[in-house]
């Protein structure tokens, strides 16, 4: 009988040990899978024998994350490490922060809590995607606290992973997505470039990572800001393939410090598609939520298209965010996107401090597309909406500016809507324009800009802006400066644009005013006057030769009230009838005024 039951109890351990090692080991025929029933932070016993296992004692029976992880590394992938902990803090202090260096999809998302990695006490990374980690996967943790200097979660090798998933998907707070946060200093994830130091690729990132689903500078439910010390995403590199930030859309936002993403280097374009920018998981604009700016964009091709980007509550003067999207590179396209706005795209809340869109050297932008779908919604500012410093070349095409998603609900803008300074050869159509609080369209310094256009003559495409009505041309949305102010070098053609409800409050009174320039073209435009306000006027020059040349040829004039003296074209800006000393004009304006005024 003593025989039997040793003979039994030797079977017993055999089973169980024999069970252990199927669930948490490397098979012949599959990858190895290593299951995570363990919070402590204690390495494998044996790192490459297939066994997760902390202890040399017994069958294996502890499983940690760091124990798993040295197994997956020093197997060839694809490896598999999966929990049934979760919600647990595991400090990644017992050795080097942790870094993937084989393929491995790390999936907590089937866990209520996910599993939480708290790095307050790991000295580096919270965990680290290093040479040989292409293809991974990583969904369902918590990783925050990254010490000071350091970042929650760095990219620095390989190519083609997925941070995240469908956050509808999986039962942790964020379904297969992330959290990441309360980084001290450093970003929420960080893709970098080389040269570097193993654990990382010399190169740095190879690109084609994919970024999706996940919360960043939030708690993982995206109710409670929790931001990061520096930018959401920082991507410092990347070669190759794409880079897609976006598809289910990440939250960013509370990085008062930073960048909701920062595109700040690497030759990979970037696609930053459908994402929360600045809004909590509710789509509400909050101060509590919002970034220092929505998103910067540092290297040439990228694509930023819907996404939600607000930069804090309902008074503009005081929010936190300072502008939606900053450009300082070329050939980029910024489409669809709402500017300014809680997640819905309208009502005042999300403003900014500075502006919308913010571009500085930046030369062949696509900014709005002349569709529906590619229309770009910019309001709620503080200062301009769009703000073009040194810019050439850029195509603004089919935007609302001062309007929700609606075109006719305002947000207003408090200073000029369009400022282009320094800027040349940038052509702005099809766009409806308004709620300005000082010009509609403002060419301060620059030469060679399109405003409208190119119709010349019938049956030419019809490329012209609508300024101060909105889409419903029956309520006013008054642009309170001039509708279109010209006073750079010259050379700009204003062309077949509609505008009214113009220079409500500014003196000296006009529609379009050339304030400085020579040889500018405004034809073809159809001019609703206010009362006291002259549709084109032409300031007298400061010195000689300045404002020659300029053709004014525009379809209709059409005067408020034509008694107050209000010219339809005023060549020196007085408001006096008589054009010059060889034109005696027939007293006070018509109503409506004949196709080839005058030309100076």
């Known amino acids: 009988m003593a025989v039997r039951l040793l003979l039994l109890a030797i079977v017993a351990a055999v089973s169980f040990g024999a069970l252990a090692v199927y669930v948490n080991s490397a ?29 040399a004692a017994g069958p294996p029976v502890d499983c940690t994350f760091r124990a798993a992880l040295d197994e997956s590394n020093a197997l060839a992938g694809p490896n598999v490490i999966n929990f049934t902990v979760s919600n647990t803090s595991t400090l990644a202090a017992n050795g080097p922060p942790y870094v993937i260096q084989e393929r491995v999809t790390i999936d907590a998302s089937a866990n209520p809590g996910g599993f939480n990695i ?27 606290n990254a010490p000071a200097g350091f970042s929650n979660l760095v990219i620095c090798g390989g190519a083609s992973s997925t941070i995240g998933g469908d956050p509808d998907a999986g039962v942790a707070p964020s379904g297969e997505g992330n959290a990441f946060r309360g980084a ?19 190169a740095g990132s190879l690109g084609g990572h994919t970024i999706v689903g996940n919360k960043i500078g939030t708690e993982a439910d995206g109710l409670t800001a929790d931001g990061n010390g520096s930018s959401g995403i920082n991507i410092t590199g990347g070669i190759g393939a794409d880079i897609t930030i976006g598809g289910f859309p990440n939250l960013i936002s509370d990085h008062g410090a930073g960048v909701g993403i920062d595109v700040a280097g690497g030759s990979a374009d970037v696609i ?56 300082n590179a070329n050939d980029n396209t910024i489409r669809g996107n709402c500017i300014g706005f809680d997640s819905d795209c309208d009502g005042t809340a999300g403003g900014f401090l500075l502006n919308g869109i913010d571009c500085t050297d930046g030369n062949d932008n696509i900014i ?39 075109g006719e609900e305002g947000a207003p803008v408090a200073a000029d809507c369009l400022l282009l300074t320094d800027s040349d050869d940038n052509q702005i159509r099809n766009s409806y324009i308004g709620n300005c609080g000082l010009v509609g369209i403002n060419l301060l310094s620059g030469t060679g800009n399109s405003v409208g256009g190119p119709k010349v ?6 490329d012209g802006n609508d300024l101060g009505r909105g889409t419903d041309p029956a309520t006013p949305d008054d642009i309170n400066g001039f509708c279109i102010e010209l006073a ?14 113009c220079d409500v409050n500014a003196t000296p009174d006009a529609s379009i005013m050339i304030t400085a320039g020579n040889l500018n073209v405004v034809q073809g435009n159809d001019i609703t006057s206010p009362e006291d306000a002259d549709a084109v006027a032409i300031e007298a020059p400061a010195q000689p030769g300045l404002n020659n040349g300029n053709l004014i040829a525009s379809r209709i004039f059409r005067m408020v009230n034509a008694s107050t003296g209000a010219l339809p074209i005023d060549l020196d800006n007085d408001q006096v009838t008589i054009n010059d000393a060889g034109d005696a004009d027939p007293g006070t304006p018509t109503a409506t005024c004949g196709a080839a005024e005058s030309a100076n």
């Open 118 to 144: 708290d790095a307050t006490g790991s000295g580096g990374d919270g965990l680290t995607l290093g040479s040989g980690s292409s293809g991974s996967v990583i969904r369902g943790l918590d990783i925050e």
């Open 368 to 406: 709005g597309d002349g569709t529906d779908e590619g229309r770009n919604v910019i309001g709620n500012t503080d200062f301009t909406a769009v703000d073009l410093l040194t810019c050439d070349g850029n195509d603004f095409n089919g935007n609302y500016v001062g309007f929700g998603m609606d």
């Open 184 to 202: 001290a200093t450093g970003d929420g994830i960080e893709i970098v470039g080389g040269p570097l130091a193993l654990p990382c690729d010399p």
């Open 457 to 462: 003559a019938a049956g030419d495409d019809n």
């Open 488 to 501: 750079g070098v010259g050379g700009h053609t204003v062309r077949n644009n509609v505008m009214a409800n």
């Open 27 to 55: 098979t012949a025929n599959d990858p190895a899978k290593f299951i995570v029933d363990d919070s402590l932070d204690l390495p494998d016993f044996n790192p490459g024998d297939g066994v997760c296992d902390t202890s």
């Open 272 to 327: 930053i598609q459908n994402n929360w920018i600045g809004l909590d998981a509710n789509g509400n604009a909050t101060d509590a939520f919002a970034n220092l700016d929505g998103i910067h964009l540092h290297t040439d091709g990228n694509t930023v298209w819907n996404n939600r980007i607000a930069g804090g509550g309902v008074d503009p003067s005081n929010n936190p965010g300072f502008a939606g999207i900053f450009i």
